[in-house]
């Protein structure tokens, strides 16, 4: 699959796996594609992922926008691959509704009004038989028993 003056192609093959993979694609997550400002990057983070490319020419031409680009090679990305950006897609929609959720949550937390009567403090529930208790279980222990570590 390497052009022959590549320096790994006789010495590397791409082999097709038996079964299906599911690819995690590290960097920055591919944008919304609703998005009138960032259509440009979707568009290019699109046709990176479904288009083989040797150079940004094989998937764009100097004189095209990205969006461009992805319009004229629309027609011939599969029926599988659509459902593959479609699931890209669905992706960022639930990680943004779960960003939202959670600044709901976090502006519910910070403007609730905290009933002092519903957590009284910890001295008033202490009583003195409680604390009498402890200093006597305390004062039953010999000192002499609990191993000390010795510096070297």
Same mark, same amino acid.
């Given at each position: 699959?390497?052009? *022959?003056?590549?320096?790994? %192609? ?7 796996? #038996? ?13 919304? @594609? =609703? @998005?009138?400002?960032?259509?440009? @990057?979707?568009?290019?983070?699109? #046709?990176?992922?479904?288009?083989? !490319?040797? /150079?940004?020419?094989?998937?764009? =031409?100097?004189?095209?926008? !990205?969006? +461009? %680009?992805?319009?004229?090679?629309? %027609?011939?990305?599969? /029926? ?10 669905? #992706?960022?929609?639930?990680?943004? =509704?779960? $960003?939202?959720? #959670?600044?709901?949550?976090?502006? %519910? *937390? +910070? ?14 529930? $202490? ?17 002499? $028993? ?7």
């Amino acid at each position: 699959m390497f052009q *022959a003056g590549h320096p790994q %192609a006789s010495s590397h093959i791409n082999i097709k796996r #038996l079964k299906p993979v599911v690819p995690v694609l590290l960097g920055p997550p591919v944008p919304c @594609r =609703d @998005r009138e400002d960032t259509r440009e @990057r979707y568009c290019r983070s699109i #046709l990176t992922l479904l288009f083989p !490319w040797r /150079s940004i020419q094989d998937l764009c =031409d100097v004189d095209q926008t !990205w969006q +461009q %680009a992805f319009t004229i090679r629309h %027609a011939s990305i599969t /029926s599988e691959s659509c459902k593959i950006i479609d699931h890209i897609q669905l #992706l960022q929609e639930c990680k943004n =509704d779960r $960003d939202k959720h #959670l600044q709901q949550v976090i502006e %519910a *937390a +910070q403007s609730e009004v905290v009933n002092d009567n519903l957590y009284p403090s910890r001295n008033d529930s $202490d009583s003195d038989d409680e604390n009498t208790g402890i200093l006597d279980v305390l004062e039953t222990i010999d000192m002499s $028993d609990i191993p000390v570590l010795k510096e070297p």
